[in-house]
Nanobody
Framework: QVQLVESGGGLVQPGGSLRLSCAAS????????VGWYRQGPGEQRELVAS???????NYAASVKGRFTISRDNAKNTVYLQMNSLKPEDTAVYYC????????WGQGTQVTVSS
């Protein structure tokens, strides 16, 4: 079955950390670039970080220096390490894999609140 499954979301206090995972199945994962997106309440979905199939990374200015995207092709998984979390990071986080087609995961909720 072709799918992406995100996990690792939850409730965390400001300044805390979370690591999100995006696990792929049914595709040759190493060929795909992957992006992490987020959508806050009443907001448009935005790109947070991306990683190419060669490992080149890119970050939104709002998360640069706090978030790190990485991939483990042997595990068909991309990670998003999120440190120094802020309330404005609260959103549903989605992963997207793209090569000749595009796949989206179902999303995982991240809530940053005291």
């Amino acid at each position: 079955q072709v799918q992406l499954v995100e996990s690792g979301g939850g409730l965390v206090q400001p300044g805390g950390s979370l690591r999100l995972s995006c696990a792929a199945s049914g595709i040759i994962f190493s060929l795909y670039a992957v992006g992490w997106y987020r959508q806050g309440p009443g907001e448009q979905r935005e790109l947070v970080a991306s990683i190419t199939n060669g490992g080149t990374t890119n970050y939104a200015a709002s998360v640069k220096g706090r978030f790190t995207i990485s991939r483990d092709n042997a595990k068909n998984t991309v990670y998003l390490q999120m440190n120094s979390l802020k309330p404005e990071d609260t959103a549903v986080y989605y992963c997207r894999a793209y090569f000749r087609n595009t796949l989206w995961g179902q999303g995982t909720q991240v809530t940053v609140s005291s």
